[in-house]
């Protein structure tokens, strides 16, 4: 194709390099580049020149890690101009299973429900409580692993070696249990988040099939490609015919190898996508030198070869700091109180995020700065489709929409006031063998629900009248479990739930039926408090997991944390691959500040060893640990000791013990 010549008012504020890699004529292209480069940029500069050119919006399909991202780059690409309106963006999930969903003709599968990893979970539960056992493994683990085989296109066995290497588990009896835990999903119709992929994938697979796909698209672009998996490949590869790649990745950033992610696949891209150009950028625009200085020395420390050296446009700043604490409470109110001070000086609380290795780790900070009155959005913490409350209106949404989904019938129908498991399963077989007779979901549930308060028939048969109006679908089953959703959450901040219900249904409108709807939120996510920083002010901080980070930056970045034991994990010890991956993610927390970046660390209190724990002894988790060969003078040092109050010393006159009579009086018990 001939080089493309529109201009974009964008491209005209890009380096040189940045500028070729958004204008390219060649059919597919790699942008190799590191943190702070430019590559959101570049992307979203891209598709403005595409369409620019004359490709029509809807012809761009822009595949990202997150659902955040995906709308980052749609309103960076529409910017003013509602010319730019219609680019589809979306995760590689939400692509398959918005393709299955349209086209039951093609992709077949029509009414399956998906399951999210606690119902899977749930799902194995039944299994392995019928008497088939997995010596040592819970169901979540049986499941992780099932989902890396196929994530990673390898057979269960292997994938049991590489997950378990010390463990002596029977690979047979995970075997079995798989099998019975696929037969199961089969007979209730349950998809999970890879089958989407798979069904995808199969059918692509033919080159009928292939090709109709891409006929939609005349660039698909494809951003984070360091993490793409080998399943994900399998959608990718049969399109390279049919469509334009434009993909952009950070071998650096890559972070999610746990997940099956492969970042070696975008060293052999040219071999994988023929003819594809490879671009790199270099220069970082985001962060000071010394910020840099500290992310290149961490790459350098590895045996890897990262070929990154990254320079900063904006040249120097102050060194990056490291705080030591005794306790992760003296750290998480070390930084609840530096923030409380910039903003003072008159700084918003949105130049700041705080990155946390986990949800876990997260809860810590979090309640510091509900403490301290800052507000915050949390990306990492409770999803708004898998709390609690929500996972229980859904559920009669579930039922409407697929009546063969027994894990959500138990969840509704032990709702109900005096309604135990036994119950619940007695009736849900019931249901079963109404639909074995062929009545209709509605007529089976008037034979098997007979001996239920009556609300709950009406309910579902209401939810089933609004079923494609699904906002007020949800509005009906939020209205029809109000009062024993109440009653349960009584102590448990029912108003806080009552208004995630509003929200949901919210989110619900203009949704085309339920099982889109909840399929959207469990593949690509929002955490509640996401939704409720919208109404709130919306100055905040950011707290977010690491792996959340992707694409995030601030004037100030805290990495909280920062500890033996946590960078690497203790769990990674022993797995060169895992290491690595350690240090990444530790580079993409280092890479996210422009300004000011604080590394901060609980050093010397006792539990954090406890915790660490595991098979290996102190000793090793700190000479592993990444900041044990910090050269001097790349961070600023600072080591906090806490101030406590001094003990006071009594004056002669009151020393010497006093005998006191420990007894308790026995009234006239002791006669
Ligand atoms: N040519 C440029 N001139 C000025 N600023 C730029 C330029 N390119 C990028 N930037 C700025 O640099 C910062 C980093 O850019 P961007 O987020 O696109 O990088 P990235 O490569 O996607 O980063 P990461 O992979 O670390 O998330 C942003 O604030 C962006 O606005």
Request: hydrophobic share 40%; aromatic share 8%.
């Amino acid at each position: 194709m001939a080089e493309q010549t529109g201009t974009d008012e964008l491209l005209g504020s890009l380096n040189p390099g940045q500028r070729e890699a958004a204008v390219t004529g060649a059919s597919h292209n790699l942008v190799l580049a590191g943190a702070g480069t430019g590559k959101t940029t570049t992307i979203v500069a891209r598709i403005r020149h595409l369409i620019r050119n004359g490709t029509a919006p809807h012809r761009i399909l822009a595949i990202t890690f997150t659902r955040r991202a995906a709308a980052e780059i749609r309103a960076r690409v529409q910017g003013e101009t509602s010319a730019m309106e219609g680019v589809g963006a979306m995760t590689f999930h939400a692509w398959a299973m918005r393709e299955v969903r349209a086209n039951p003709d093609v992709f077949g599968y029509d009414g399956w429900s998906v399951l999210d990893s606690d119902d899977q979970a749930q799902v194995m539960r039944g299994v392995l409580g019928r008497g088939k056992r997995v010596e040592g493994l819970k169901a979540a683990q049986i499941i992780d692993v099932v989902s890396f085989a196929r994530n990673t296109r390898i057979t269960l066995a292997e994938a049991i070696r590489a997950k378990f290497p010390d463990q002596t588990i029977d690979p047979k009896a995970i075997g079995a249990v798989v099998r019975a835990y696929e037969e199961r999903k089969k007979e209730r119709r349950y998809l999970n988040y890879d089958d989407l992929l798979m069904i995808f994938a199969a059918r692509l697979a033919d080159p009928a099939v292939a090709e109709w796909v891409g006929s939609h698209y005349d660039e698909i672009l494809i951003d984070e490609m360091q993490d793409t998996n080998p399943l994900q490949w399998t959608i990718i590869d049969p399109l390279v015919p049919h469509a334009r790649y434009y993909c952009v990745g950070d071998d650096a950033q890559s972070i999610y190898g746990f997940r099956g992610a492969d970042f070696a696949s975008i060293h052999s891209f040219s071999e994988r996508v023929p003819g594809a150009r490879i671009m790199r950028l270099e220069d970082n625009y985001r962060s000071t030198q010394q910020i840099l200085d500290l992310s290149n020395w961490l790459l350098e420390a590895s045996e890897l070869d990262y070929q990154k050296r990254l320079r900063a446009v904006r040249g120097s700043g102050p060194k990056p700091e490291l705080h030591s604490f005794e306790t992760p409470q003296d750290e998480a109110g070390w930084i609840a109180g530096e923030l409380r001070r910039a903003h003072e000086d008159g700084l918003p609380w949105s130049t700041h995020l705080i990155l946390v290795r986990s949800n876990y780790s997260g809860r810590a900070i979090e309640s510091m700065l509900v403490e301290n009155d800052i507000p915050y959005v949390f990306f990492g913490g409770t999803k708004l489709l898998e709390s609690a409350h929500v996972r229980d209106v859904l559920s009669a949404l579930r039922v409407v929409a697929n009546p063969d989904d027994e894990v959500a019938w138990l969840r509704l129908l032990t709702l109900v006031p005096r309604v135990g498991d036994r119950t619940a399963v007695r009736a849900f077989d019931a249901l079963l063998a109404a639909r074995e007779e062929g009545l209709s979901a509605r007529e089976s549930r008037a034979r098997a629900l007979g001996s239920m308060p009556e609300w709950l028939r009406a309910g579902l048969d209401a939810i089933e009248d609004a079923a494609d109006r699904v906002d007020d679908a949800v509005g009906r089953a939020a209205a029809m479990l109000t009062p024993v959703l109440a009653h349960k959450y009584r102590n448990e901040n029912w108003d806080a739930r009552q208004r995630d219900l509003a929200h949901v249904e919210r989110l619900a409108a203009s949704r085309s039926s339920i099982l889109e709807f909840i399929e959207e939120y469990l593949l690509s996510p929002v955490f509640t408090s996401e939704l409720t920083a919208d109404q709130k002010d919306d100055d905040h901080v950011v707290l977010s997991t690491v792996h959340s980070a992707k694409g995030l930056e601030s004037d100030w970045a805290f990495c909280a944390g920062v500890s033996p034991g946590a960078y690497p994990s203790s769990r990674a010890l022993g797995d060169v691959d895992a290491v690595e991956e350690e240090r990444r993610v530790l580079y993409v927390a280092l890479t996210r500040a422009r300004d000011r970046l604080c590394v901060t660390r609980a050093l010397f209190h006792t539990p954090v060893r406890a915790w660490v724990g595991g098979p290996y002894a102190m000793d090793v988790i700190e000479d592993a640990y990444f900041l044990s060969t910090l050269p001097d003078g790349l961070m600023a040092e600072t080591v906090h000791v806490p101030q406590r109050p001094p003990k006071p010393v009594a004056p002669p006159g009151l020393s010497g013990p006093p005998e006191i009579d420990l007894g308790v009086d026995l009234g006239d018990l002791g006669d």
